[in-house]
């Protein structure tokens, strides 16, 4: 319960980020949002896990995955989701994303062969339905697929990659090891595609916008990173992304107070569906836990 509550706090944490990098790619290019964010992420994590991080030995093997996991799950994860924000509402961005526990249960099955219930499968199927329902306001038709849709479904599929990485990394390395230097790698790696001359215009920035700026990054990628793959480590990266099914739901509530977003009906009726999949799915899961204690 404890590791749920904690990865709960993540997700409405990300949930709430669609809306507030929604907010920042109106005054800030997506580029250079990343890399300020990665700068005090990489500040906030210097403080929580310099002891973990000091004289840390890490083979060849170790040092490949890492470098994998900061440019594909840092650098490009970074960059692509606020570069979707400026082409689709926040609402659709989380949608999409919504469906990276399908996919990185996909994964896992593949890589790590682990075994799925079908009533699993069937909580995980209830929660696309809803995601689906809500895409489609109602009307079950596929709807047309922009550029900032395929951003979002590159940034969606780049974090089901990188959460694997994670659950395969915890084996053999601390996770404030993981967090510094994926993070710091891939703060490297988004350095050649950043667009610096637009930093004098960015200078000129409501100070508000900032703050706001800088301490999300560091909660909800700083904290939340930090947390989250703790998490990752004690319940496994198939069974916790399930949670994450609850952005596009906290994604409706933040757009509605914050940017005055009516929520439709199918919107809503979606949201439910949702965790009514991801209530389905962890409650087997926790009775399969249970049992196998017994």
């Known amino acids: 319960m404890k590791l749920y509550l904690i990865g709960l706090f993540c997700v ?15 005054q800030f290019n997506p580029g250079i949002i990343a890399i300020i964010r990665l700068m005090f992420i990489l500040i906030f994590l210097y403080t929580v896990t310099r002891r973990q991080v000091r004289g840390v030995r890490i083979d060849k093997k170790g040092w490949l995955l890492l470098i994998v ?14 570069a979707s924000l400026q082409y689709t509402d926040p609402v659709t961005a989380a949608l999409i994303l919504a469906l990276s526990p399908i996919v990185t249960v996909s994964l896992s099955v593949y890589y790590f062969k682990e075994k799925r219930r079908l009533m699993f499968w069937s909580g995980a199927l209830i929660g696309l339905c809803g995601v689906w329902l809500v895409i489609t306001q109602g009307s079950w038709f596929v709807p047309s697929i922009g550029r900032g849709e395929l951003l979002i479904a590159g940034t969606m599929l780049s974090f089901s990659v990188f959460l694997l990485l994670v659950q395969h990394m915890s084996k053999t390395m601390n996770v404030g090891v993981i967090t510094w230097y994926t993070n710091f790698i891939g703060m490297i790696g988004l350095l050649p595609f950043v667009s610096w001359k637009v930093i004098p215009s960015s200078l000129q920035v ?6 706001l700026l800088i301490v999300t990054a560091i909660v909800m990628h700083g904290l939340c990173t930090y947390l989250w793959n703790g998490v990752i480590r004690e319940a496994g990266a198939s069974n916790i992304s399930l949670l994450l099914n609850l952005e596009p739901f906290i994604a409706m509530i933040f757009s509605y107070f914050l940017l005055h977003h009516v929520i439709s009906f199918p919107q809503l009726i979606g949201g439910f569906i949702i965790i009514s999949g991801i209530t389905v799915s962890l409650r087997t899961q926790q009775v399969r836990t249970i049992r196998g204690k017994d």
Do not use: D, E, H, P
Request: avoid cysteine; glycine fraction near 14%.
């Open 69 to 82: 996991g900061g440019l594909i799950g840092v650098s490009f994860n970074q960059w692509s989701f606020y």
């Open 12 to 26: 409405i944490a990300w949930g709430s980020n669609f809306v507030f990098g929604s907010i920042l790619v109106k």
């Open 206 to 211: 409501n100070w508000t916008y900032w703050v």
